[in-house]
């Protein structure tokens, strides 16, 4: 059984590794289309990538609208697991189902809804636009992750803040937010990067200026090309410098 | 006024702007697209109703149909290769990989997650197409006399699909074996069991409602996704969210989108509902 579990092991690494492994790789090729055979490496098309406007732009797109959104959402749910953790209010089950329930629901579906509605009340498609809906997608999570981070330590320890006098906002900025520091960077983080690898919302409700996963989908228009390689490989480098960054610095904490 | 007043006021103060934007920005929006399902479109103008005709022909019409009918095929089918070829996958790391290098198998394992979504479908593409690496190892060893068309097919999407979802059901599976005391496995090995029965009636079972959990995630993340099959199955067979950008792109048919987008957030509620019921039922 030894054996066979590591021929396994090489035979489903290989399976989840191939794509990754070919798309880098070709990144390189000096020819036109990135398939075999490999003609010698080259870095011409990220200098191209590099110099193209709309992707530069999209890029910078994609920044914002996934900093700006899970920065609201981060916040909406740090305010509501507060509140819902502060006192026993009537309906707050009902209000935790609610807060949850866009999770279970397909961005496909989110993205329409909301295509709908802005085109009744004269809302255009935008970045603007793709932010809420990025924000819909995120606070079930981050109201989650913060709900459940709260527990009767973190209670009792607001509680004693407000008994010996701080408002509400300082116990909400002095208190509960150090304590909840790191729930409230993973948050962010998992947010940031739903918002970042977000497609179809960002489809349906972006039409000028688009964000990146918008942009390399009408770049796969024009088929197969060692330029959509590159672009691919450099979203993949900038996210694995972040995972590795996390794992070494926030993260190594907690494992020890 | 007494405290605990004051204290669910103030409660209910932090609670109402997300609360706000849920309703705004989530309920709102679906409860006019299901106002809208109930119109229908004549010509290029939309006929408000109520009326029932999009339902009526969501389940008359063959080619709608057949979509419902596609998604269900892929999604099962993803959804069981992806949980056979996670679970030993998730077993091996947790058991047979020594402890140093746990984290980076687990690490390798779900590498291809940081590629962005549309990305990884597209790097599947240049793997499968008629030039691509498999087809040109396989003609190479001479096990193929000429490629095979895989791309734009049911297989292409299948691979794409269960390549990501083994990446996510390997990481709920490794978690709910890390959690599960040695003792069970020792326990069953002094009854003398052998290492297959310790797996199988042990071990397995104890996993079920991690995976019965992966398996749903898998499921409504599947059979919601647009954009592997539309980049690796092509148009030769639609599923159930290429057609309803279908109507949205084609012919602006949003009442027909807004009824199929209701369909199935129903297939999806119906999968949750016996999910938790056999949970439930496990639990007691």
């Given at each position: 059984m030894r054996t066979l579990s590591w021929v396994y092991l090489g035979a489903i690494f290989t399976f989840i590794l191939l794509p990754v492994?070919?798309?880098?790789?070709?990144?390189?090729?000096?020819?036109?289309?990135?398939?075999?055979?490999?003609?010698?490496?080259?870095?011409?098309?990220?200098?191209?990538?590099?110099?193209?406007?709309?992707?530069?732009?999209?890029?910078?797109?994609?920044?914002?609208?996934?900093?700006?959104?899970?920065?609201?959402?981060?916040?909406?749910?740090?305010?509501?697991?507060?509140?819902?953790?502060?006192?026993?209010?009537?309906?707050?089950?009902?209000?935790?189902?609610?807060?949850?329930?866009?999770?279970?629901?397909?961005?496909?579906?989110?993205?329409?809804?909301?295509?709908?509605?802005?085109?009744?009340?004269?809302?255009?498609?935008?970045?603007?636009?793709?932010?809420?809906?990025?924000?819909?997608?995120?606070?079930?999570?981050?109201?989650?992750?913060?709900?459940?981070?709260?527990?009767?330590?973190?209670?009792?320890?607001?509680?004693?803040?407000?008994?010996?006098?701080?408002?509400?906002?300082?116990?909400?900025?002095?208190?509960?937010?150090?304590?909840?520091?790191?729930?409230?960077?993973?948050?962010?983080?998992?947010?940031?990067?739903?918002?970042?690898?977000?497609?179809?919302?960002?489809?349906?409700?972006?039409?000028f200026d688009v964000t990146l996963p918008v942009e390399i989908w009408s770049m796969l228009r024009s088929g197969l090309s060692p330029a959509t390689n590159a672009v691919g490989s450099l979203v993949f480098l900038v996210s694995v410098a972040v995972v590795v960054t996390l794992e070494l610095t926030l993260f190594r904490k907690g494992s020890k | 006024m007494s405290i605990e007043r004051i204290e669910k006021r103030q409660g209910a103060t932090l609670v109402a702007p997300a609360l706000l934007w849920t309703l705004i920005f989530f309920v709102l929006p679906f409860l006019a697209m299901a106002l809208m399902s109930l119109s229908h479109l004549e010509g290029r103008s939309v006929v408000s109703g109520p009326d029932l005709r999009n339902y009526a022909k969501i389940f008359t019409e063959a080619s709608l149909l057949k979509g419902i009918a596609v998604s269900l095929e892929i999604t099962v089918l993803v959804t069981v290769i992806s949980v056979a070829?996670?679970?030993?996958?998730?077993?091996?790391?947790?058991?047979?990989?020594?402890?140093?290098?746990?984290?980076?198998?687990?690490?390798?394992?779900?590498?291809?997650?940081?590629?962005?979504?549309?990305?990884?479908?597209?790097?599947?593409?240049?793997?499968?197409?008629?030039?691509?690496?498999?087809?040109?190892?396989?003609?190479?060893?001479?096990?193929?006399?000429?490629?095979?068309?895989?791309?734009?097919?049911?297989?292409?999407?299948?691979?794409?699909?269960?390549?990501?979802?083994?990446?996510?059901?390997?990481l709920t599976i490794y978690s709910n074996l890390v959690q599960l005391s040695p003792n069970y496995a020792r326990a069953a090995e002094d009854l003398g069991a052998s290492r297959w029965q310790v797996i199988r009636l042990v071990i397995l079972p104890l996993t079920l409602p991690g995976v019965v959990t992966g398996a749903f995630l898998t499921f409504v993340l599947c059979i919601g996704d647009y954009i592997t099959p539309q980049i690796l199955g092509g148009n030769n067979e639609l599923t159930l969210p290429q057609l309803i950008m279908l109507q949205l792109g084609r012919r602006g048919d949003y009442p027909m989108a807004s009824a199929l987008s209701l369909v199935l957030m129903l297939i999806v509620t119906l999968a949750y509902l016996a999910c938790a019921r056999w949970l439930k039922m496990e639990r007691v």
């Open positions: 492994v070919v798309l880098v790789i070709f990144s390189f090729q000096d020819g036109r289309l990135p398939v075999p055979p490999f003609k010698g490496a080259t870095l011409k098309w990220y200098a191209k990538i590099l110099g193209d406007r709309d992707l530069m732009d999209a890029l910078v797109n994609s920044m914002m609208v996934a900093i700006l959104s899970s920065l609201v959402a981060v916040t909406l749910g740090f305010l509501a697991a507060s509140g819902l953790a502060r006192a026993a209010l009537p309906g707050s089950a009902l209000m935790r189902g609610l807060l949850i329930a866009p999770m279970t629901v397909s961005y496909l579906i989110i993205g329409l809804g909301l295509l709908q509605m802005f085109n009744q009340v004269g809302i255009r498609p935008s970045l603007l636009a793709t932010g809420i809906g990025h924000v819909v997608i995120n606070l079930p999570l981050c109201f989650a992750i913060l709900y459940a981070a709260i527990g009767e330590h973190q209670k009792s320890a607001l509680q004693a803040a407000r008994d010996l006098g701080a408002r509400e906002w300082q116990v909400l900025w002095h208190v509960a937010a150090p304590m909840l520091a790191p729930s409230l960077a993973a948050a962010f983080f998992l947010s940031f990067t739903f918002s970042w690898d977000e497609f179809i919302i960002a489809f349906l409700l972006t039409r | 070829l996670a679970w030993p996958l998730a077993w091996i790391i947790a058991t047979r990989v020594p402890v140093r290098w746990r984290r980076l198998a687990l690490l390798l394992a779900v590498l291809p997650f940081w590629t962005s979504y549309v990305v990884r479908s597209y790097s599947w593409a240049l793997v499968l197409g008629e030039k691509g690496v498999v087809m040109n190892a396989l003609v190479g060893l001479g096990m193929l006399s000429e490629p095979v068309q895989i791309m734009a097919t049911r297989s292409a999407t299948v691979t794409g699909f269960v390549h990501f979802f083994v990446m996510l059901l390997t």
